[in-house]
């Protein structure tokens, strides 16, 4: 080639290569991305197949608060525009069945300050109020002939009374609360607070050109869950008619005509122990799909199982054996449109993926393989969608078609195009005991080969739950902050079974620990974790677990326990789990229920033996696990001189949601951990073996 061939050539090239669009600077996660994250949820199928309505929230930091807003994409994806926006918050998009109304529920200033349904024409022009109903509106439900909702509503509180104008009483000083009594067996709940006799949520009928409200029936029970027939002449719903419900939980299948002040018929009974969730009418309206759980014992492992039941109430309800025999838990259960066949979501070991059974008989099929993980399936004329995403990706909604997913909506595209996400891997092991276990290691970002690295424990709760194949805002803050995080999804987790689900029952704080000790020795193992640079933690079980690990394994240099407890006994009464004490261990007056609760209690009763420094947290106004759980433990720990320090969050409840404290968590974790792992191994305290 001559030299001017040559020039020319290398020209071309430069000229090409300036016109390739440059690679993207990618960077750590940081605390400010986190305000600029999005929530996507509810997402929900037009009736002619043309749009999916979803919610998106974001946080607004200057009024430290979360808003969410309804949002609509069209199914090819390329349209996706914002419907609603108000200083409150939007929320429950339902089409109206005849494609005229896109409807929501928000709290937005209009006739009333409370929670009400609200429509939009889509012909265009402003948001209407439609309802102005006294109490809490939970939920609510379009007939098919777009004429009626079916509400769900709480009744007002009898002693509220509106604030006089400013905010307090006419005197201007705030006015007296009456006492709260109290006269039932579970009395709280987290969230609602104290559980007082007397009030109760019923299913109204709300007409849509009058206003008129009605109560569907005069029973006195709480009912809910409520699910038009595809001819609109009935409506099902969950209620539960025990003489003492708070003893006997299980809520059972109704049917009642939709007309006011109908007789509902029972469809199930005490041996079906049906949930709360959504019930599915078959297209010709002869049956009803429900799911069916376990025994009260273990209710706190409970595995839904698939149920149908004829809504005339001629026969007993029937499990289907293909879902039966694949022993994992299963959710969203629907009719195909010859109602020939059931699609559902399966929980099964780090995935949750669709599947199908057909009700002539056969297994079951797989719609999509994992690793995957989805959820709100929602369908109507050509459109199925779902909400996924990954360990690497946020949660977006996708169309689901011949077993793929196809993005429709990116929220958080612009965000995560110039982020470093750390990379997630499967990881397997055997406990002491030989039962194998699985988890997922995220690694820190950026990381290389060989290179040992802090580790964090990071502990699941529930412990009816599991770590998936999903984005984690935690995990990838740790790894952007250079640590590993390893998250073990111990005995006691849902995706694995039956067996190992139940496999803690009345003997918690045994199998668990044994599994993630034996998750931090293999990633050890691995050659990925230091072992001089541990720590440990989690929220709720995740927190007592915690405890557990800490008073049993002193390889630990940090840990922090959010929401926990380890001197179990001194829980009964003052949290929301009294039926689960009294049935899976017993009432602490019985011996044999005293020397398990004794045996529970490990973590408290031998505190002497921690020595890892310890961050207690917590919600002020928790009824799952009150804060007296996390203050014992700490009051314990400063008593012995071991580093430790108590955080509580004012006037939050279980889970941590004011965004100010969400990041405040963040930076006190990622601060402790730093305090006694970011130190060199050679001044770091030698690993000690176990004691226990």
């Not at 201007?172 to 006269?183: F, Y």
């Not at 297994?363 to 989805?374: H, K, T």
């Not at 990954?390 to 909506?409: D, I, N, S, W």
């Not at 987790?493 to 620990?513: C, L, M, N, P, T």
Request: aromatic content about 10%.
């Amino acid at each position: 080639m001559s030299t001017t061939k040559l020039f020319h050539a290398v020209v071309l090239i430069l000229a090409w290569t300036a016109a390739l669009p440059a690679e993207v600077a990618r960077r750590p996660l940081k605390l400010d991305d986190v305000a600029r994250m999005r929530e996507v949820r509810d997402p929900q199928c037009s009736p002619d197949g043309q749009w999916v309505a979803y919610v998106v929230a974001a946080i607004d930091v200057k009024e430290d608060k979360t808003n969410s807003h309804v949002w609509m994409v069209s199914f090819d994806g390329r349209d996706d525009r914002q419907m609603t926006s108000s200083q409150e918050s939007e929320t429950s998009p339902r089409w109206s069945p005849d494609g005229k109304y896109l409807s929501f529920t928000s709290s937005r200033r209009g006739k009333t300050k409370d929670n009400q349904v609200w429509l939009l024409d889509r012909n265009g022009g402003e948001a209407m109020q439609l309802t102005e109903v006294k109490g809490r509106l939970q939920s609510y439900e379009w007939s098919p002939d777009s004429k009626r909702l079916a509400l769900v509503i709480g009744d007002p509180d009898p002693d509220a009374e509106p604030p006089a104008e400013g905010g307090g009483s006419e005197t201007g000083r705030p006015k007296t609360p009456k006492p709260i009594v109290i006269d039932r067996y579970k009395f709280k709940q987290d969230g609602e607070g104290y559980l007082l006799s007397g009030r109760h949520s019923y299913i109204y009928l709300f007409e849509i050109a009058t206003k008129k409200l009605d109560r569907l029936t005069a029973g006195k029970w709480d009912e809910a869950a409520p699910s038009w027939s595809p001819d609109g002449t009935r409506i099902a719903f969950m209620s539960n008619h025990a003489e003492d419900a708070d003893r006997e939980p299980s809520s059972q299948v109704f049917v009642a005509e939709a007309k006011p002040g109908a007789t509902e018929r029972q469809l199930t009974h005490e041996s079906s122990r049906g949930g709360r969730s959504r019930l599915e009418w078959s297209p010709n309206g002869k049956w009803i799909a429900f799911l069916q759980g376990d025994e009260k014992k273990y209710g706190a492992y409970d595995m839904d199982h698939l149920a149908i039941v004829a809504s005339d109430g001629s026969g007993a309800p029937t499990r289907v054996r293909a879902v039966d025999d694949l022993d994992r838990g299963i959710s969203a259960p629907r009719f195909s449109a010859d109602g020939k066949s059931i699609t559902f979501l399966v929980t099964d070991d780090r995935s949750v993926y669709p599947a199908r059974a057909e009700l002539a008989g056969g297994g079951v099929e797989r719609l999509m393989a994992p690793p995957i993980v989805v959820s709100s399936p929602t369908v109507a004329a050509g459109c199925s969608a779902v909400l996924a995403g990954g360990a690497a990706e946020p949660t977006e909604v996708y169309a689901m078609q011949g077993g793929a997913l196809r993005q429709l909506t990116r929220q958080n595209d612009a965000l995560f195009a110039g982020l470093e996400i750390a990379a997630t891997e499967e990881v397997s092991f055997k406990s002491r005991d030989g039962t194998e276990v699985h988890g997922l290691l995220t690694k820190p970002a950026g990381y290389a080969a060989g290179a040992k690295v802090p580790l964090l424990l990071r502990i699941h709760g529930g412990p009816n739950g599991q770590d998936v194949h999903s984005f984690s805002l935690e995990r990838q803050w740790f790894a952007a902050n250079g640590y590993a995080v390893l998250a073990v999804n111990y005995r006691g987790s849902a995706g694995r079974g039956q067996k190992y689900s139940r496999a803690i029952f009345a003997d918690w704080g045994h199998y668990e620990v044994e599994d993630l000790r034996a998750g931090v020795d293999h990633v050890i193992k691995m050659g990925v974790a230091d072992p001089d640079r541990l720590g440990v933690g989690g929220w709720s079980y995740g927190g007592i677990l915690t405890d557990y690990m800490i008073a049993s394994d002193v390889r630990f240099k940090a840990a922090t326990s959010g929401a926990g407890t380890a001197f179990t006994v001194s829980l009964y009464g003052t949290d929301q789990y009294i039926i689960q004490y009294d049935h899976e261990i017993g009432p602490p007056w019985k011996p044999k229920a005293w020397e398990t609760y004794v045996k529970i209690s490990y973590p408290f009763l031998h505190a002497d033996r921690i020595k890892t420094p310890t961050l207690f947290l917590g919600g002020e106004r928790d009824f799952n696990v009150p804060i007296q759980g996390g203050q014992q433990m700490y009051q314990a720990l400063r008593s012995l001189g071991v580093d430790t320090q108590l955080v509580i969050y004012p006037n939050e409840n279980h889970g941590i949601t004011r965004p100010s404290y969400v990041r405040d968590r963040l930076e006190r974790y990622l601060a402790w951990y730093d305090k006694y792992l970011k130190k060199t191994p050679a001044t770091a305290s030698a690993a000690t073996p176990a004691v226990r």
